[in-house]
């Protein structure tokens, strides 16, 4: 009998084990087909390549895994290095199997070239939501671990690099995953390449104390078996040592040494159930003395992986201090093998299905609960359907980008740089060309293919991209680019829109007066300006004739008015109304209690109105009141407006001015219109602070349209110092408005 027979015996012996209700004729037909396309290929290590599977499918089988996963592993590297295909095996074995083995695959070709950590959490994440089914992962870790405990057959730069893969990406997956011996495993041969040096002193200075302590770790042993046997306790107690990479790490990351560690001696316990945990404790802690701080109940709050267990450190007459871990066997089982230990609580179980949404559900449980961080324990949060949202591709370069779901190659040219969107004329994925619209997979690598003489990006593209990143930079590159064509696009939409709404472009441009005002009500300088951003997208048309329609209504409204108000005026006979004498100069300036003169009245009573609230510098005017003193309006005050004023009260209206007043303060309201966010009225409140200005209230309110009103009652000295306020208003984040109130 050839190697590889022989060792496919020993396997199926073993599997016979633990498995007793395994179909070994389905397990041998893959060992066969396996072998058969495998054929003549060698490992590094000389020995035929149909040994490495096997070896794969034996760590499987310790782990307990299902028969489709002994099976997967078997077949593992069948579609990489052979002719063979999914088809094959999903017609020779199962579509599952055939899927597995898929899955297997395209973490294989996955390249983890780069360095960046930024990069290796992308990596570990694409990692986990690639593989989609957890026994995939399960596979992929132990074909790792098998090539990592052959790796002395490859070439120095290959073992600083596979290493490198596995202390960055496997390990931890596999602590992610809660499978602590596995990633133990990886750890210690990675770091053995990695750090030869490093692990060797550890390892040297382990064997020291080892033998130097062999009588006492045996001795503390017995000593706790008796105790706990008198006590009645049925358990079980192991001594063992903290595997090599944890020293390493306490040592050359905190700066310890070897004797300064606390848990480098612990002992295991195990018992039947939760109640006999404690018991335990409160053994241990009277035979020993605790070290203070070091007592960690992992059963009342479990490690985001899962892991259950007491944890305390004592010390004994030695002076020697030592862990203490104490679970029930169940809680081992999960300790070592995390997820795996899943199928290892199933055996037995008849007819369970594995694979299925809710045979996972445990899975997803224990992933989805992994958030909190443990600093020291290497944690990064990874869920297998954690990234649903998310979609990592590859640049040639290997760096991984991650981008929302279904983006296409338009959203990655524009993730590297705007320039390399703007200028693209192709995608290549995987080294196929294909179409601006694929969705990008995970794992793919994506190459753009740029021209000098591209036409730039289409306008279509803003509907096929997926990130707003893409969009965003394609409407900058029409707003710059393009400004012809957007006022041409814009002034299209923008008629059409009229149209709609059953205006006329010549409506609007009537006179220049009008079209300046209609203009400025849509924050534009010029028709271009608006068409522009019409076409660009900065702008809906919908909106921009929503306000200009809104804004002649207004002003016929106030039209009418004004034409009423006339032909009023008309009607009674002339004469008898009396306007604020024109040209009469405005009186002088003077001391005055309260800061405003009014014309021919000294010492008048005088108040400033609510609707405008005037500050010194506004030109203003005064209403004599019925029993109020003077009422002080600005000029431009809408109640103070001529048309406004009723024609009974015309003698009412008087002139009045600003006295020179140093230290008088003059309430006044503004009112500002801003994008909706967190922080804004605090934003406003600072910058009035920063500038001493006396804030009598602030009141925010948020509009349907994701926008903001705040309104401002302030206290300012003049109108120089307000337009200071609101210069500095303006310059906030998210403001686009700040006004005068009544203005
Ligand atoms: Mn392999």
Not at 58 to 85: F, G, K, P, R, Y
Not at 291 to 305: A, E, H
Not at 711 to 725: F, H, I, P, S, W
């Amino acid at each position: 009998m050839d190697l590889a027979h022989e060792r496919y015996e020993e396997l199926e012996k073993h599997i016979r084990q633990t498995c007793p209700s395994a179909d070994t004729e389905r397990i041998r037909a893959a060992f066969e087909y396996a072998d058969q396309h495998h054929g003549p290929q060698l490992r590094k290590s000389g020995e035929p390549y149909i040994i490495h599977p096997i070896a794969v499918a034996e760590i499987i089988v310790e782990l307990e895994l299902d028969q489709d996963s002994i099976i997967a592993a078997l077949l593992h590297d069948c579609i990489e290095d052979t002719d063979s295909t999914h088809e094959d095996i999903a017609r020779l074995f199962s579509p599952a199997v055939a899927d597995l083995v898929e899955g297997v695959t395209k973490l294989t070709r996955m390249q983890y070239t780069s360095r960046e950590d930024e990069q290796m959490e992308n990596l570990r994440k694409m990692f986990m939501a690639m593989a989609k089914d957890v026994r995939v992962i399960l596979i992929k870790l132990c074909d790792r671990l098998h090539n990592m405990r052959t790796l002395q057959y490859q070439s120095t730069a290959k073992q600083k690099e596979k290493a490198l893969e596995t202390m960055e990406v496997y390990a931890p997956i596999a602590h992610r995953l809660g499978m602590q011996k596995l990633k133990w495993e990886l750890e210690d041969l990675a770091l053995c390449y990695l750090d030869p040096i490093g692990f060797h002193d550890v390892e040297q200075a382990l064997r020291d104390l080892t033998t130097e302590n062999s009588e006492f770790l045996e001795r503390m042993q017995g000593q706790i078996e008796e105790r706990l046997n008198e006590e009645g306790l049925n358990c079980k107690v192991y001594g063992r040592l903290k595997h090599i990479y944890s020293i390493y790490r306490k040592m050359y990351a905190q700066n310890k040494t070897i004797k300064e560690i606390f848990d480098i001696y612990a002992f295991r316990v195990m018992v039947d159930d939760i109640p006999a945990c404690y018991n335990v404790l409160g053994c241990i802690h009277d035979m020993f003395k605790p070290v203070l701080g070091r007592f960690k109940d992992y059963i009342g709050t479990p490690k985001p992986n899962g892991y259950q267990s007491l944890h305390t450190t004592v010390v004994g007459r030695e002076a020697i201090p030592f862990e203490v871990q104490i679970r029930t066997w169940q809680m081992h089982q999960t300790a070592e093998y995390g997820v795996a230990a899943h199928w290892k609580y199933k055996q037995g179980m008849a007819n369970q299905k594995l694979g299925t949404e809710q045979d996972f559900e445990w899975v997803r449980k224990l992933l989805e609960s992994q958030q909190d961080t443990d600093p020291d324990e290497f944690v990064h949060s990874l869920r297998v359907d954690m990234f649903a949202d998310e979609v990592f591709v590859f640049t040639p370069n290997g760096d991984v980008k991650s981008l929302p779901a279904n983006a296409t190659p338009i959203d990655f040219a524009y993730s590297i740089h705007s320039a390399v969107g703007n200028s693209m004329t192709g995608a290549r994925v995987n080294g196929r060309i294909v179409t601006f619209e694929t969705p990008l997979k995970n794992g793919d690598i994506v190459e753009i293919i740029t021209s000098k003489n591209a036409h730039g990006p289409s306008r279509d593209w803003m509907k096929i991209c997926k990130s707003n990143e893409a969009r965003n930079k394609i409407r900058q590159w029409y707003k710059k680019e393009r400004r012809e064509e957007n006022i041409a696009t814009g002034r299209a939409m923008f008629e059409t829109e009229l149209k709609h709404m059953g205006l006329s472009l010549s409506s609007i441009t009537a006179t220049s007066e009008l079209l300046d005002t209609l203009l400025r009500r849509v924050r534009f300088g010029s028709l271009d300006e608006l068409y522009a951003a019409i076409g660009y997208g900065g702008m809906s048309a919908v909106k921009a004739v929503g306000r200009i329609k809104e804004e002649l209504t207004r002003l016929g409204r106030l039209e009418r008015q004004r034409a009423e108000q006339e032909a009023m005026r008309t009607a009674a006979s002339a004469g008898e109304t009396i306007y604020p004498a024109a040209g009469k100069g405005i009186p002088k300036a003077r001391h005055s209690e309260n800061g405003i003169i009014v014309e021919g009245i000294d010492n008048c009573m005088v108040k400033f109105s609510k609707c405008c609230t005037p500050v010194p510098g506004d030109p203003v005017v005064g209403f004599i009141t019925k029993g109020y003193g003077v009422s002080i309006h600005r000029q431009d005050c809408p109640n103070a407006e001529p048309a406004r004023r009723k024609p009974e009260e015309q003698g009412r209206w008087v002139k009045v001015a600003w006295a020179v007043s140093e230290d008088a303060h003059f309430r006044t309201s503004l009112e500002i219109s801003a994008k909706d966010r967190d922080g804004l009225a605090l934003d406003v409140a600072m910058a009035l602070s920063a500038q001493k200005v006396r804030l009598n209230n602030i009141s925010a309110r948020s509009q349907p349209d994701g926008y903001a009103i705040v309104n401002l009652e302030l206290a300012v000295r003049d109108q120089k110092e307000l337009t200071g306020v609101i210069n500095k208003l303006s310059q906030i984040s998210g403001v686009f408005l700040v006004r005068r109130a009544g203005g």
